[in-house]
């Protein structure tokens, strides 16, 4: 983004080095908005299972299991050592996928009008929001091409980033599609709380998801600490950095843990971090960044380079003006 806006017209050319730290800041709340709303999935899934045998905690109180053994988990220095973390989360994400693909099918879909009719239009900028928090690994996938042994097998029409996004949709679009012909209007912020509570299957699927993403939560925190880290370290005793790193990799999980406990809201969080954080990550900051790469001669006949720029920024700031709009609403509303 610095070296973008240092290239684009000169009016601009005074904010780069403010740009270049706000996209950090805007990375860094989306990261710990993630880790946020993990904690909330995770203890929501579980509460229903503890409810079912009897043993009723708020969901505050769950949220406070999750805390120690989250704080033990982010104490893990190397993104080498989080892998196998990872790997077992999606093994049991595939798992738990599967399982609910078979309450989603078990009975005949019904495909009536009603569910083809847009309700109230409040609700498509929270629709947006949701589908953007769909393009979570923004972050993580920074982390990971600059960690690997070869980046340049990351990227490419055939790299594990295009492979990777590909199952993510398919996935994403199978489940969406799916799970509204099963539930309709009674959809929750997660397709997991719909299931039943009193079938063990449908436990299983929701203890087993709620696991793959405690698990995931680490390689989601990385991403956070590793950009607040490589500002402050530098600055630090070499006989402090320990202390601090310790403290900030714990600080990184009480923040979003104490945010969750304060608004515990899924569904409006989800809307909300994805509305704000990535409709400037995905969307207005790409779109800035291409505008000041191609100044000032390089647009193309009739400046089309220069339209489409426009064009993917001001629906950006749409986006991310509707969509924090109407989940502020909700979280208010909750």
């Not at 905690?57 to 033990?72: A, D, E, G, N």
């Not at 609700?123 to 996938?141: D, K, N, R, S």
């Not at 500002?231 to 403290?247: E, G, N």
């Amino acid at each position: 983004m610095r070296l973008a806006i240092q290239d684009g017209p000169p009016c601009m050319r005074w904010s780069a080095g403010f740009f270049s730290y706000f996209v950090e800041i805007v990375l860094t709340i989306w990261q710990l908005g993630i880790c946020c709303i993990y904690l909330i999935f995770c203890a929501e899934n579980i509460k229903q299972v503890c409810d079912y045998y009897g043993y009723e905690q708020s969901l505050r109180m769950h949220m406070c299991f999750q805390l120690l053994p989250q704080v033990l988990l982010n104490l893990i220095k190397t993104l080498k050592l989080l892998t196998p973390l990872s790997t077992i989360s999606n093994l049991l994400t595939i798992l738990a996928f599967i399982l609910v693909f078979f309450y989603l099918i078990e009975d005949d879909l019904v495909v009536d009008n009603d569910k083809l009719v847009i309700k109230e239009f409040l609700g498509i900028p929270i629709f947006i929001g949701i589908t953007l928090f769909a393009l979570e690994a923004v972050g993580v996938v920074l982390a990971l091409e600059y960690n690997m042994e070869h980046p340049k097998h990351f990227v490419g029409l055939f790299g594990l980033f295009n492979i990777g996004m590909v199952i993510i949709i398919v996935a994403y679009a199978l489940v969406g599609i799916f799970g509204f012909l099963k539930y309709g209007s009674t959809v929750k912020a997660s397709l997991t709380l719909n299931l039943p509570q009193d079938q063990k299957k449908a436990q299983v699927t929701k203890v087993v998801f709620a696991l793959a993403i405690f698990l995931s939560f680490p390689l989601q925190n990385f991403v956070a600490y590793n950009l607040i880290w490589r500002k402050i370290r530098k600055r630090l005793h070499d006989a402090k950095k320990m202390i601090v790193d310790y403290i900030l990799r714990i600080a990184l999980v009480v923040l979003p843990w104490a945010l969750g406990m304060a608004m515990p809201f899924l569904g409006p969080f989800i809307a909300l971090f994805g509305a704000f954080c990535l409709s400037l990550l995905a969307i207005i900051f790409p779109g800035l960044m291409s505008f000041c790469h191609w100044y000032p001669n390089l647009y193309g006949p009739c400046y089309y380079r220069l339209l489409r720029d426009l064009f993917v920024v001001i629906v950006g700031v749409v986006m991310l003006a509707a969509g924090c709009y109407t989940s502020i609403l909700e979280i208010i509303e909750s």
